[in-house]
């Protein structure tokens, strides 16, 4: 209705009300206009369900195709035998058969420690570090602001060698902090190098064997002892010795037992002719020097001996058969075509197989299955009428219909029962059989191949004419529809115009009107106050020059 009329009630002839009449107007040429925007609603309604029933078919595609493609690429699958110092997984189209695997080295990176130090922060001196990864240094600057354990660590980290360093508590006695620099990456190839040039600390070690300081436990005794030497052991590790049988350095034999982190035991003597300060051999390469004094059975002393090589840059190597492999990884791709081998320990000979993955075609029949039934519920539920119900979206639609006939004709010339796939006659929804599946794939492979590329030849041809994007049949059936709705649109756009011009054309002619009638109410109500008072006047009608006496 228009805004801004007044009603208007002819009180002296028939009591008209304007503004129903406006409305009265208005809503008689809104019909049509309503017609045409329901219209447009329905047109997005088969819109929205062309667009859920091409989503049907492309999912249907893709099932076909992975489907097909398993004639050409079947699906393989692995297994090992018990205790197998491996994993395998399919990584591409490995032949099927049996392999004998052995491993006898994991590869592994690099990884070098220095000799130990008492704390994290302990200063190593200002200068350069130089790293060597195959062949190129890389300097890095050690100075006031990164002269410690932990600076020198981040510095490594951030210098881009492809190496990670990092401060570790190792427990041991006397010095348990340590740098330890670890190549990112495992193989033989990967090994590095490191060299300083540093003053005013204590620069790491990362070439030689280190032996830490002497660390008194108990001494009742007055002679210091002090262990170095060369040290001589293949891992880092601690020292523990203990004085049983005390008595006067260079006077009395004494002996002294050790043990170390690995197991090692055992114990030695030192002979009543030693000479104060001269060597005596331990274990490992390690010395005692002892000076002069006495040691008292139960003293106990302990020390720290490193060495560099925490780990060796070393490939993988196993057997395949009569076959030697190396590989830089753990994940080992050359030594099986196809097959990844996730290397866990070092063992063997173990087993191999390699052959058809039933469970996995199964699984492709059985999507197939799925989207097929997708396809054909949202088909029938939106193309066929239901007596008493409203009509469904589509329901004019005869080019899915023929579609869907096209399908299940197609289905009739294949053996699905090689697939382990029955129909349901009444409804027309397929169902899969793992089991039979299975049973037909070992009973004849080859039917069930025939039977996927027969499967695929006849439906691939009507799903793809459907599912093209541009120029199938959902497609052009959807680009009609949205057709629909822009002309549609611009109809009710025109007759919205004209609307709204017929609206106001109306409201300037009721104002008219009204103007009209209040002069005629004025003339009324003037004769009718001069009949009272019976005293002549005048009044002039409004919109005109005529004036009138009483």
Same mark, same amino acid.
């Given at each position: 209705m228009a805004a801004g009329?007044?009603?208007?009630?002819?009180?002296?002839?028939?009591?008209?009300?304007?503004?129903?009449?406006?409305?009265?107007?208005?809503?008689?040429?809104?019909?049509?206009?309503?017609?045409?925007?329901?219209?447009?609603?329905?047109?997005?309604?088969?819109?929205?369900?062309?667009?859920?029933?091409?989503?049907?078919?492309?999912?249907?595609?893709?099932?076909?195709?992975t489907l097909n493609d398993s004639v050409t690429t079947p699906p393989m699958t692995t297994g090992v035998s018990t205790n197998a110092p491996f994993t395998a997984a399919v990584n591409g189209a490995p032949l099927a058969g049996t392999y004998t695997v052995s491993v006898s080295q994991l590869a592994s990176a690099e990884s070098l420690g220095s000799q130990g130090y008492a704390s994290d922060t302990a200063g190593v001196g200002d200068g350069i570090v130089t790293i060597n990864v195959g062949g190129t240094n890389y300097n890095i600057t050690v100075d006031s602001s990164n002269d410690t354990l932990d600076g020198l660590a981040s510095a490594i980290t951030a210098a881009g060698a492809g190496v990670t360093a990092q401060v570790v508590n190792t427990g041991l006695v006397g010095a348990p902090y340590r740098l330890l620099?670890?190549?990112?990456?495992?193989?033989?190839?990967?090994?590095?190098?490191?060299?300083?040039?540093?003053?005013?600390?204590?620069?790491?070690?990362?070439?030689?064997?280190?032996?830490?300081?002497?660390v008194i436990n108990?001494?009742?005794?007055?002679?210091?002892?002090?262990?170095?030497?060369?040290?001589?052991?293949?891992?880092t590790q601690s020292y523990q010795f203990t004085v049983t049988a005390g008595g006067t350095v260079g006077t009395d034999p004494i002996t002294i037992a050790y043990t170390s982190d690995t197991g090692e035991s055992g114990s030695f003597t030192v002979p009543a002719s030693y000479s104060a300060g001269s060597p005596v051999a331990v274990v490992d390469g390690l010395t005692l020097?002892?000076?002069?004094?006495?040691?008292?059975?139960?003293?106990?002393?302990?020390v720290a001996a490193f060495t560099p090589q925490v780990t060796a840059a070393q490939n993988a190597t196993l057997q395949v058969g009569g076959q030697i492999v190396s590989s830089s990884s753990n994940q080992v791709t050359n030594a099986v075509p196809g097959v990844t081998l996730s290397l866990t320990g070092t063992g063997g000979p173990a087993t191999l197989t390699v052959g058809s993955d039933t469970q996995s075609e199964g699984n492709q029949i059985s999507?197939?299955?799925?989207?097929?039934?997708?396809?054909?519920?949202?088909?029938?539920?939106?193309? #066929?009428?239901?007596?008493? !119900?409203?009509?469904?979206? &589509?329901? $004019?639609?005869?080019?899915?219909?023929? %579609?869907?006939f096209s399908l299940q004709f197609g289905l009739g010339q294949v053996n699905l029962a090689q697939l382990g796939i029955t129909v349901d006659q009444t409804t027309g929804q397929l169902s899969f059989s793992q089991s039979s599946f299975a049973a037909a794939q070992?009973?004849?492979?080859?039917?069930?191949?025939?039977?996927?590329?027969?499967?695929?030849?006849?439906?691939?041809p009507v799903v793809s004419y459907a599912a093209a994007?541009?120029?199938?049949?959902?497609?052009?059936?959807?680009?009609?529809?949205?057709?629909?709705?822009?002309?549609?649109?611009?109809?009710?756009?025109?007759?919205?115009?004209q609307l709204t011009a017929q609206e106001s054309q109306l409201q300037l002619e009721y104002g008219q009107i009204q103007? #009209?009638?209040?002069?005629? !109410?004025?003339?009324?109500? &003037?004769? $009718?106050?001069?009949?009272?008072?019976? %005293?002549?006047?005048?009044?002039?009608?409004?919109?005109s020059n005529l004036t009138v006496s009483a």
């Open positions: 009329v007044t009603p208007i009630t002819l009180s002296n002839f028939t009591g008209l009300d304007f503004n129903q009449i406006l409305q009265a107007t208005v809503a008689a040429d809104q019909v049509p206009i309503t017609d045409l925007q329901n219209q447009v609603a329905a047109e997005n309604v088969a819109i929205s369900t062309l667009g859920t029933i091409g989503a049907d078919y492309q999912n249907l595609q893709s099932a076909l195709t620099v670890t190549s990112n990456t495992t193989g033989s190839t990967q090994g590095f190098t490191i060299t300083s040039s540093l003053s005013g600390g204590t620069a790491p070690n990362f070439a030689q064997s280190q032996v830490g300081p002497t108990t001494l009742n005794g007055t002679a210091t002892p002090t262990v170095g030497g060369n040290y001589t052991g293949a891992v020097n002892l000076s002069a004094g006495t040691l008292q059975t139960g003293d106990s002393f302990g999507a197939f299955v799925s989207a097929y039934n997708q396809l054909l519920n949202d088909i029938q539920k939106n193309t #066929q009428a239901v007596p008493n !119900q409203a009509a469904p979206p &589509l329901a $004019a639609d005869g080019g899915l219909r023929t %579609s869907l070992s009973a004849d492979p080859t039917s069930v191949t025939q039977a996927i590329t027969s499967l695929y030849n006849a439906l691939n994007p541009t120029t199938g049949l959902v497609a052009t059936e959807t680009a009609s529809d949205q057709q629909t709705v822009t002309n549609l649109n611009q109809q009710i756009a025109t007759l919205n115009q103007a #009209q009638v209040a002069g005629y !109410q004025n003339i009324a109500q &003037l004769f $009718a106050t001069s009949s009272s008072s019976g %005293s002549g006047s005048s009044v002039t009608i409004p919109g």
